[in-house]
């Protein structure tokens, strides 16, 4: 689906001059709102002069950009917010004022908008929000907002002016370990948060908060807080807090752990491949802790590097993951995985030389008899290494035959393996009864072996009388 | 007699009792709540019934100079004229021609855009208006002298009273002023009453160019110099009555007598605030009109209580709501050099 | 924030915060829980005395920056022969961002909600005469909406309770201009705000606090009629802030006070009014913190 429709309550945070008060306040929100949540609301949105934008500086501003934040609200809600300028504080007393539209998201809408905070941010644009309404109702209706779920074409190719692959590593090393990490990330604040974001399993990220563009404040410490702010007060400040800093425009790096969800997520950063990126990680895992993110991303890899691995090898991978899921979808993702190499392995049993193709039967054959999955998922393979040995070596096909013959698979699928080798025979037949002399006579070893084994079987008999030395018809007469 | 302007001969006393120069008497504001000395309501003073001698117990010398001719046949009008150019040569210093630049914007810096006024000769009191003075015009009737006040004021005389309803300035009782302030600069006067005070001695405000003339000093000459302050260029809290003197409060006209300008003119900076004849036009950097509440007009040299040295300097120009009667602003009276006849021979 | 403290500590001390009293790290700059500046405890421990807490509260724009700003910097000139010694550069910030903007005929910029961009200061105030009481200030520029907030809704901003729960004396300070306009905010908000002081300091209903708060009447500039008689205008303006006062608080004073002597209005580039101090002259900031003092 490209376009979920959420609805959804919204709270706008600002200074205004008002009956009831003036200065920073909810000025308005839809009347779903908890007191806890319009509690957190006002401690977490940005006021006077926090915003990562210098409107008084006429060359650089962009009124056009924003800022953004999400968090999780008390009673298990989150709040998504956007953060822009709205002209001058309204006291005159210098600064500017920020304006911060929020709007209000149950777990399941969450997640259904991919637990992608940006989707609702750019639905959020769409509507019109970051175009502030400096005399709201204060009491606003519940808002129906169309969620676009394409991540392709929002954030591009990561470009030089962006920080590092390493810098975005650590930030998202930080954020898997939840821990809160501080970065300068110079103006780039909303594409850097979503790439780093996209590196984050799904259901953790609504476990997890962020900001971005808006300046560091030790009450407002979200676990990803990027920002265009290279002073060392914000350094001292956000590592006095425990927080991670760093520089993501000048100093190098620190190392991050090896990871393979780390590196599965840096290649597709590589790559640019943002929808590829989140359909991997937007998953609604039932479990996204360290253990389970290695698992999955080396199955990822697998289905990733199929193309590059050996044959044995992807039979090796595939021997692997056999057994049943208990998480649908790490199910899904293995029965991805297991398509895929079967994909793989089809595809390169039609071309590979047969010396080739025959290293993978006996594996193969492992697998077919190994298990019900295991037999579903080989059967095909096992037939396109019986057709490339017809191709190429009939007798090793007879040969085959004999090994499907002689192996059982378990009673749920005797009657299957029993159609597979009658059809493997009746191939070998037809293949015997067109073929020349010299080109049965290899077969005759696995003809003996046929008559030990299937005496009353119709197709041995043909494939026997065709095997049979002929006498000379001059010698007989 | 031009010369006399510019001498140490000066009268150092707004109202012509002898007081010692410098005297500081701490006092606190005026209006300050309970804890203040007791209020000793000045006596009222009796007119005497010869008109011309009226006027000069009344201090309105310029309106007598004004029918000079007339005067000269009054028994023992002579006397009185001659005393009258005395009291002016006295209380009037003479700032010479000269250009000034009127800052136009609020945040006025070195080289920012400004006004350059051309500013004619004249004579500016060497006192601000003292509380003495200002008893005159109050017990003269000058706020029922509808001819004083502008048309478009009228409606509000109602409204300028003392503390106990009766007409005068706003920290006054009972129309007298309290004796401890007798020779301090009235203040609790708006614009309009400062103006009908000049108009009803003859004389008028000065303008804020004028003012800053006569505090800046820039007269016309080859050296171009141009003060800060009446006394120099560098403040100095011994000539002055600002926050920074904690004196807490307004002190008599001749104190400071160290920080007068070169012809003799006293406080142009610090004690009191003073009213110019100028309407407070200003803009922000961005050419933005500033405006009051209501109108403003300038005032000039800063208070007492000014926090900021900066802003009782000779260029610093501030604006004050035409009918406000603060605690901290007072005037002084100007009159034009043409109209000094016994100096002009005119 | 830097700290001025000599003593020495064995790495890895734990030490409380001044304001909450959670345990944070010597080296800690900002306290965990209330992110209050853990300098104040550094500077707390080097003098060995227990600091007053003296806090300056009041609405959002009512002025609270300014006058706490113009206090600090009349101190430290010695206004009314007050000595005072800031305890760490941090404890300047707020005096010369405040003195820096009106000398320059601007009002200082709004304080963040954010608890860790507001300036904290901290004096070492007494008389100057022979053994005159010395008294440790910490004050805080709080701003005007977190309080509001905190007193809507408790526990949004957890260090104003505990500031005002170790509160000495406090100066609420009141927009009397609005008040005098006839507006019914400024007497509501302090009204809330002094019953939510009652509530967290206050241990039996029947007793009156003892609290010395001076509640200042702010911006008077624009009704001289406040520095004639600030009791009787408060009662007249602010009447059921004074019953209140009246009933439960045994110790409190009404105060007027303005720092701007003229006051101009422009518009900036979005059509805002923007107000100008056109000339600063400061009335009634000295006495309310003396009387709060004298109350200690």
Known sequence: MNEILINCDQAIFTSLRGTMGEGYRIVACSKGLKPEEKQAITRLSPSQDALCLSPSDEKTFDPSKVCAAYYPLPGGRLCVALSCYAGAEHTGRGGHRAYTHNLILTEEQFASCAYNPFHVIRAMISAGMNTPQLSPPQNLSVVDLRVKLATSGNLGKRDPGMCSIPVLRFLLNAMLASRHVVGNVAARWLETAEMVLLGVPGPMRAQLSMGAGLKFSVGRSHHLQLLQDATTGTKTRATGQHSDYIDGCGAAAPATPASAWLTLVERMWNQGDWAYLSHRTSKPFQDAGPESRERLARWYQCIDDAANMELTKLLAVAAEHFAPRKDPIEGEIVGELLAGIQRELLRRLNVETWPNVFKTWSPLLAQWRRSDVGFTWSTPLVEAVFRSALRNDPAAAGALVMDMTRHSTGESHEQDRREMVEGALMQLVKWAEGASDEQITPMRRVVDSLRTHRPACPLSKRLLERCAPKTPVMARR | ?346 | MSSTTSTTFPAGTMVPCLICETQNTLDSSLCTSCYAPMALMQEAISQDRDPCIVTVIGDSNVGKTVFLGMLLDMLSKRAEDFDSVPKGAYSVNLQHSVITHLSSRQFPPKTAMEVDQWHWAYYQVSKRKKKAQIYDLVMPDMAGEAIAAEVASPKTFTVIRSLLEKSSGAMLLVDAALAAAGSPQPDFFALKLMTYMDGILASRREEKLSTPVAVVLSKADHCPECFDNPRLFAQTNLNRLWNLCDTRFSNFEFFAASVVGGLGYGTDEYENVVPYPLHIAPRGIIEPYEWVLSKL
């Open chain 2, 1 to 346: 007699m031009l010369l006399n302007l510019f001498t140490k001969n000066k009268k150092t006393t707004g109202d012509r009792r002898p007081k010692k120069a410098a005297e500081v008497r701490i006092t606190k504001p005026t209006d300050s709540p309970a804890g203040s000395a007791p209020f000793m309501p000045a006596p009222r003073e009796t007119w005497d019934a010869d008109p011309l001698k009226r006027l000069f117990q009344q201090g309105r010398y310029n309106i007598i100079l004004r029918e000079e001719t007339k005067w000269r046949g009054h028994p023992g009008g002579n006397v009185i004229l001659q005393e009258v150019k005395n009291e002016l040569e006295q209380r009037m210093a003479l700032v010479p021609a000269g250009t000034v630049g009127i800052p136009k914007t609020l945040n006025a810096q070195p080289g920012g855009p400004e006004e350059e006024v051309e500013v004619a000769p004249l004579l500016m009191a060497v006192h601000a208006v003292t509380n003495a003075r200002f008893q005159k015009f109050v017990d003269g009737g000058g706020y029922d002298e509808l001819s004083l006040w502008p048309e478009e004021i009228w409606p509000h005389l109602i409204e300028l009273k003392d503390q106990t309803g009766h007409p005068g300035p706003r920290f006054w009782r009972n129309g007298r002023h309290d004796l401890t302030f007798t020779d301090h600069p009235v203040v609790g006067v708006s614009w309009y009453e400062a103006q009908a005070y000049a108009l009803w001695v003859g004389q008028r405000m000065p303008s804020e160019a004028e003012w800053q003339m006569a505090a800046s000093w820039h007269i016309k000459s080859s050296a171009d110099l141009m003060r800060r302050f009446p006394w120099g260029d560098a403040m100095d809290m011994t000539r002055c009555n600002l926050w920074s003197s904690k004196n807490r409060g307004t002190l008599s006209v001749t104190s400071y007598p160290k920080g007068a300008a070169p012809n003799h003119v006293l406080q142009l900076v610090g004690n009191v605030w003073e009213w110019s004849d100028s309407e407070f036009n200003v803009t922000d950097d961005a050419g933005r009109p500033i405006v009051g509440e209501m109108p403003m007009h300038v005032v000039r040299g800063g208070a007492f209580d000014t926090y900021f040295e900066t802003q009782a300097t000779s260029q610093f120009r501030t604006g004050q709501l035409a009918l406000s009667r603060t605690h901290n602003t007072g005037f002084r009276c100007a009159m034009d050099l043409c109209d000094a006849t016994w100096i002009t021979g005119g």
